[in-house]
């Protein structure tokens, strides 16, 4: 069983959180107590990553700990998974293989396909980053830290780096780049939310084919936020999800 945190009532519907990389379960502490009133909601971390960060990362290995991870959480056996960067992924990945598990697929800034050529200078640097020296690594952690929450703002915890460039990253990254998430996206029958900072074209760069992927899709941006918005702009991150989690059948 993964760790994680939940909170709120044991019979109300489920949502489980997924991080993305070089963070924990930690970052979605706000949601997990907005959201706790009327549901079960629970943050797990990724292997490589948090109270996990000694066990290698393995897309498959996830998707099984996070498949306990409902069964034990959800009393209805089935939640909604809400997924963050490389958490998106792996949510996408398990709606496509237990969809009757899956209540609905909440991405946020998982809207570029992994196979893309943009995505290989990140398949070296995990390369390069395993080879580098202790020293090496924490200083080009920190610098990657500094660049890739420099929107988030001032006084929300700092995310710890460790995972982008070292133990779970690594491996995460050989998991999902090269693979194409788009059909398993399409298998998914149920309803999709893509919640986008609107200042992050990266992760955006495929938005319309990842919502026109979905069965049942809605596109809602968050203005004035980049690659974290539910910790830049958590009110209207929040607002954006309640909304939706209240229009879905669970």
């Not at 929450?149 to 999902?176: C, E, H, Q, W």
Request: aromatic share 8%; with cysteine; net charge positive.
């Amino acid at each position: 069983m993964p760790a994680h945190d939940a909170a709120g009532p044991t019979d109300a519907p489920a949502i489980v959180f997924l991080h993305g990389t070089r963070v924990d379960r930690t970052i979605w502490a706000g949601q997990v107590r907005s959201f706790a009133d009327r549901h079960r909601t629970i943050a797990a971390d990724l292997p490589g990553h948090g109270e996990l960060a000694d066990i290698p990362f393995g897309l498959d290995a996830f998707v099984a700990r996070l498949d306990a991870v409902v069964r034990a959480e959800a009393a209805s056996g089935r939640a909604a998974l809400v997924g963050h960067s490389l958490g998106g992924y792996v949510a996408i990945e398990y709606a496509s293989r237990f969809p009757g598990r899956t209540a609905a697929l909440v991405l946020c800034n998982a809207s570029l396909e992994p196979r893309r050529l943009l995505t290989i200078p990140h398949r070296s640097l995990a390369y390069v980053a395993g080879l580098a020296g202790q020293r090496l690594r924490e200083r080009v952690g920190d610098r990657v830290r500094s660049v890739a929450y420099r929107s988030v703002t001032a006084g929300a915890p700092a995310p710890d780096a460790r995972g982008l460039l070292f133990k779970g990253s690594r491996n995460a990254v050989r998991d999902v780049v090269g693979q194409q998430f788009l059909p398993r996206l399409r298998a998914y029958p149920g309803p999709v939310l893509l919640v986008n900072g609107a200042d992050d074209p990266l992760f955006r760069r495929d938005e319309a084919a990842f919502l026109a992927a979905a069965r049942d899709g809605t596109l809602r941006l968050v203005e004035g936020a980049g690659h974290v918005p539910f910790v830049e702009r958590p009110a209207a991150f929040d607002d954006a999800l309640r909304r939706f989690l209240d229009s879905i059948g669970w």
